[in-house]
């Protein structure tokens, strides 16, 4: 492939304004390669929780097709989020729930990261395998390592700009980043 | 997808004479597209139980070089096995151990596919995600769908003549191996 930039979309699985998670998601611009541009995805805040019955009636929001469009549109994914009781944020998941429901479903075929923060030792990494199974279920190519898996996220980020100002962490998610750019390219377009 | 011959190899984690697993194992070659071309690997039954200090003091055993080269020749590998407690079967997990301790890791960038054969309902649905994960590590490109979980294999497979006589099932592989033909070029290295 050319080297053309990869637009590469950022998904954050928290909505909370101060999540280490949606902080980590900040840092990621100023820690890509050349070869990627990263925008952040429309939010999924507003999206209903899926009902078959409404889906059916209504059809997909708007807000639902901002979002699958956006994911659609990218040449790869990256997914930052918390975990949440050992699993993966029901926010996240549904809005993932109503990307499948479409003919065409945007992750088909397309590559996908995932970065994790939590205050704990494990770092969101259960929240990982789990969203790798379901994402499975979806055909995302899921890229594999190095993983970002940030522990002890209070120690990481600047208690008040929320900056991420661990060098180490900077470092993985430097080379997630650009091992995400080769994966990308290595898999070209579907 | 463009006419070059692609060659997989086939491990079955079980060992068993009789082995559901191996059943299928066997009849993979007969339900693979044209061009794909399926061989089992050499087997790890005589692998040792995985010790550092035997690597560090003879090196590699000969059984496992064997395997690991094997891997690394072919363009693709198809992992065919049982469930064990909810898990992956020791020895696979064994051999698996073994061959990663190589340099040049051999199912690092590697398309593998996964096949599992049970009597049970789930017919090995645990394993294969248990598998899934150890794969990540080893940085291994896994093809995601179609799955193949041959529920209450005791049916389906013919342990007398050693044929799958379920047709479902037998086109459930085709379909695998057909998009596992189609993954192996999407995931290899662009010249």
């Given at each position: 492939?050319?080297?053309?930039?990869?637009?590469?979309?950022?998904?954050?699985?928290?909505?909370?304004?101060?999540?280490?998670?949606?902080?980590?998601?900040?840092?990621?611009?100023?820690?890509?390669?050349?070869?990627?541009?990263?925008?952040d995805?429309?939010?999924?805040?507003?999206?209903?929780?899926?009902?078959?019955?409404?889906?059916?009636?209504?059809?997909?929001?708007?807000?639902?097709?901002?979002?699958?469009?956006?994911?659609?549109?990218?040449?790869?994914?990256?997914?930052?989020?918390?975990?949440?009781?050992?699993?993966?944020?029901?926010?996240?998941?549904?809005?993932?729930?109503?990307?499948?429901?479409?003919?065409?479903?945007?992750?088909?075929?397309?590559?996908?990261?995932?970065?994790?923060?939590?205050?704990?030792?494990?770092?969101?990494?259960r929240?990982?395998?789990?969203?790798?199974?379901?994402?499975?279920?979806?055909?995302?190519?899921?890229?594999?390592?190095?993983?970002?898996i940030?522990?002890?996220?209070?120690?990481?980020?600047?208690?008040?700009?929320?900056?991420?100002?661990?060098?180490?962490?900077?470092?993985?998610?430097?080379?997630?980043?650009?091992?995400?750019?080769?994966?990308?390219?290595?898999?070209?377009?579907? | 997808?463009?006419?070059?011959?692609?060659?997989?190899?086939?491990?079955?984690?079980?060992?068993?004479?009789?082995?559901?697993?191996?059943?299928?194992?066997?009849?993979?070659?007969?339900?693979?597209?044209?061009?794909?071309?399926?061989?089992?690997?050499?087997?790890?039954?005589?692998?040792?139980?995985?010790?550092?200090?035997?690597?560090?003091?003879?090196g590699?055993?000969?059984?496992?070089?064997?395997?690991?080269?094997?891997?690394?020749?072919?363009?693709?590998?198809?992992?065919?096995?049982?469930?064990?407690?909810?898990?992956?079967?020791?020895?696979?997990?064994?051999?698996?151990?073994w061959?990663?301790?190589?340099?040049?890791?051999?199912?690092?960038?590697?398309?593998?596919?996964?096949?599992s054969?049970?009597?049970?309902?789930?017919?090995?649905?645990?394993?294969?995600?248990?598998?899934?994960?150890?794969?990540?590590?080893?940085?291994?490109?896994?093809?995601?769908?179609?799955?193949?979980?041959?529920?209450?294999?005791?049916?389906?497979?013919?342990?007398?003549?050693?044929?799958?006589?379920?047709?479902?099932?037998?086109n459930?592989?085709?379909?695998?191996?057909?998009?596992?033909?189609?993954?192996?070029?999407?995931?290899?290295?662009?010249?």
């Amino acid at each position: 492939m050319a080297d053309k930039q990869l637009d590469v979309l950022v998904i954050c699985g928290s909505l909370r304004k101060g999540s280490y998670n949606a902080a980590l998601a900040r840092s990621l611009p100023a820690l890509a390669p050349p070869g990627i541009a990263l925008r952040d995805a429309p939010s999924f805040a507003g999206l209903p929780v899926y009902n078959y019955d409404e889906h059916q009636a209504s059809g997909i929001p708007p807000i639902a097709t901002a979002w699958i469009d956006a994911i659609r549109s990218a040449d790869g994914v990256i997914i930052v989020s918390p975990e949440y009781n050992w699993s993966i944020p029901g926010g996240l998941k549904n809005a993932i729930d109503w990307a499948s429901r479409l003919k065409e479903v945007p992750f088909a075929g397309k590559p996908v990261a995932l970065q994790s923060a939590a205050t704990g030792l494990l770092g969101g990494s259960r929240m990982q395998y789990h969203l790798r199974q379901s994402l499975t279920s979806i055909e995302a190519i899921m890229f594999n390592k190095p993983e970002v898996i940030v522990t002890f996220a209070a120690k990481k980020f600047d208690e008040k700009t929320l900056e991420l100002i661990d060098q180490p962490t900077r470092d993985m998610v430097k080379q997630q980043l650009a091992a995400f750019e080769k994966f990308v390219r290595r898999l070209g377009p579907r | 997808m463009p006419g070059k011959s692609l060659n997989v190899i086939s491990i079955c984690g079980s060992l068993r004479k009789a082995s559901y697993n191996a059943i299928v194992q066997r009849a993979l070659p007969s339900l693979a597209p044209e061009g794909l071309t399926i061989r089992p690997a050499p087997s790890f039954a005589e692998f040792p139980l995985y010790n550092a200090d035997i690597q560090t003091s003879n090196g590699f055993p000969a059984p496992v070089n064997a395997l690991a080269d094997a891997i690394r020749a072919a363009d693709g590998v198809i992992i065919v096995t049982p469930e064990y407690n909810f898990s992956i079967p020791g020895g696979l997990k064994n051999a698996i151990d073994w061959v990663s301790r190589l340099q040049n890791q051999p199912f690092a960038g590697k398309p593998i596919a996964l096949q599992s054969a049970s009597p049970g309902p789930l017919g090995g649905g645990r394993v294969q995600y248990d598998l899934r994960r150890a794969m990540v590590f080893l940085d291994a490109f896994v093809l995601n769908k179609p799955e193949i979980f041959i529920g209450g294999c005791a049916s389906k497979l013919d342990e007398k003549t050693g044929e799958i006589k379920d047709e479902a099932t037998r086109n459930f592989i085709k379909q695998q191996l057909a998009a596992f033909a189609t993954f192996i070029a999407r995931v290899a290295v662009k010249a």
